[in-house]
C-alpha cells in the first residue's frame, strides 16, 4: 500500500477545515449568543426607569440579534423585560507616590427580570455584575475620558450579554 504525500497547500488546509468543523459540530459548540430565546419573548417590550438610555439600547439590539422584535407598545407585546436597576461606579484602584490617580475600576451592576404580558414570570430577578480597570493619564484627559467611555460601553455590553445568556437558560 502507498501512500501519497499531499503536495498542495491548500488541499491540506481544506481537509483541515472539514476535521475541525466536523470536530466542533459533534462537541455541541455554539456561536455566543446563539441561545434561543423563550418563546414568550418573541415580541418584547423594555421597561426602565431611563428609556432612552445606553442600556435599553443594548438589550434591544441583542434581543434583535436572537430573533425577538422589541416594541415600544406595551399592548403589542408577549413579555415585557423590566430593568430594574443600572448602577454605575468609578473608584480609584491606584494612585503613584505623589497620591495622583494612576488607575480607575469601573463597575456596572443590572438587575432583571422578565414576565408574560399577563405579568406571569418567565425570569425571576438576577442580577449581573461587573468590573473593569483603565489606566488615567493626567497629562491626556480627553484621551482618558475616551477610554473610560470605551471601557464603559464594552463592560455594559458583556453585561447585555450575560443578562441575555440567563435568560436562554431559563428558556429550557
Avoid at 503536495?7 to 459540530?25: I, K, Q, T
Avoid at 495622583?100 to 475600576?105: A, D, F, I
Avoid at 455584575?129 to 489606566?135: C, G, K, P, T, V
Amino acid at each position: 500500500m502507498k501512500l501519497y504525500a499531499i503536495r498542495d497547500p491548500r488541499r491540506v488546509m481544506c481537509l483541515l477545515l472539514v476535521f475541525v468543523a466536523a470536530g466542533l459540530s459533534g462537541c455541541g459548540f455554539h456561536l455566543r449568543g446563539s441561545e434561543a430565546l423563550p418563546p414568550e419573548m418573541s415580541v418584547t417590550y423594555i421597561q426602565s426607569s431611563s428609556p432612552f438610555s445606553t442600556l435599553v439600547d443594548d438589550f434591544t439590539e441583542a434581543l434583535r440579534l436572537r430573533g425577538a422584535s422589541v416594541t415600544e407598545r406595551l399592548e403589542d407585546a408577549t413579555a415585557v423585560l423590566h430593568i430594574l436597576e443600572n448602577e454605575k461606579e468609578r473608584d480609584v484602584l491606584s494612585v503613584n507616590t505623589s497620591g495622583k490617580v494612576l488607575e480607575y475600576s469601573l463597575r456596572q451592576t443590572i438587575q432583571f427580570s422578565v414576565a408574560t404580558a399577563e405579568n406571569m414570570p418567565v425570569v425571576e430577578p438576577q442580577t449581573v455584575s461587573m468590573n473593569r480597570a483603565y489606566l488615567y493619564k493626567s497629562t491626556d484627559v480627553l484621551g482618558s475620558e475616551r477610554e473610560k467611555d470605551a471601557v464603559r460601553s464594552i463592560l455594559q455590553k458583556n453585561l447585555v450579554n450575560m443578562a441575555m445568556l440567563r435568560i436562554a437558560t431559563a428558556a429550557r
